[in-house]
Nanobody, 118 residues
């Protein structure tokens, strides 16, 4: 059974910082593109950031560019999302996703709540 377990969510003040982690029980973690998505109340789930399995290249939603950083540690089978200068509009449940473009397998974590408020 594949598990993705997010942690690190909570309450953070605007302008502060928070780091989310996602630990994966994937056999071949390094073969998976890893992404963070988020879903705010009443809104659809949206892609926040992705890090490639092969090159380590990253992509970000325009709304978080320059503030958030996605990274991965293949030895620890963990992906991170460093959130700097968060804004109230970043408040959402953040989900980790693992996707293999060859097998088309995709897995989701259970989500972690991030609330940005003073």
């Amino acid at each position: 059974q594949v598990l993705l377990v997010e942690s690190g969510g909570g309450l953070v003040q605007p302008g502060g910082s928070l780091t989310l982690s996602c630990a994966a029980s994937l056999f071949s973690f390094s073969n998976y593109d890893m992404s963070w998505y988020r879903q705010a109340p009443g809104k659809e789930r949206e892609l926040v950031a992705t890090i490639s399995s092969t090159t380590g290249s990253t992509n970000y939603a325009d709304s978080v560019k320059g503030r958030f950083t996605i990274s991965r540690d293949n030895a620890k089978k963990t992906v991170y999302l460093q959130m700097n200068s968060p804004k109230p509009e970043d408040t959402a449940v953040y989900y980790c996703n693992a996707a293999n473009s060859f097998s088309l397998l995709s897995y989701w974590g259970q989500g972690t709540q991030v609330t940005v408020s003073s």
